[in-house]
Nanobody, 121 residues
């Protein structure tokens, strides 16, 4: 059974930092894209950042220069380092994979359960 387990969310003051982690487990063979989306109350889910297996990354304009995505292919883990956090970054952050190949097949699009990030003084 494939699982995406997220960690690292929480409450932080404006200007602070958090690091999110997401580990994929379940006889994983390879994962094309790993990334993070977020959804704030009353808003649509949006891409924050994603990264290819080869390390090419892509960011939403709103987080460029503040967030850094990275991944460890050997551990099937993706990280999101979030610096200079703003109240508008408050949302549930979801781990996402595209092109996840495991011994039982392929998931074209797979989601984690989400982790809450709250930026408030």
């Amino acid at each position: 059974q494939v699982q995406l387990v997220e960690s690292g969310g929480g409450l932080v003051q404006p200007g602070g930092s958090l690091r999110l982690s997401c580990s994929a487990s379940g006889s994983i063979v390879s994962i094309d894209y790993m990334g993070w989306y977020r959804q704030a109350p009353g808003k649509q889910r949006e891409l924050v950042a994603d990264i290819t297996r080869g390390g090419r990354s892509n960011y939403a304009d709103s987080v460029k220069g503040r967030f850094t995505i990275s991944r460890d292919n050997a551990k099937n883990t993706v990280y999101l380092q979030m610096n200079s956090l703003k109240p508008e970054d408050t949302a549930v952050y979801y781990c996402n994979t595209k092109g996840l190949v495991y011994r039982g097949g392929v998931y074209s699009n797979y989601w984690g359960q989400g982790t809450q990030v709250t930026v408030s003084s």
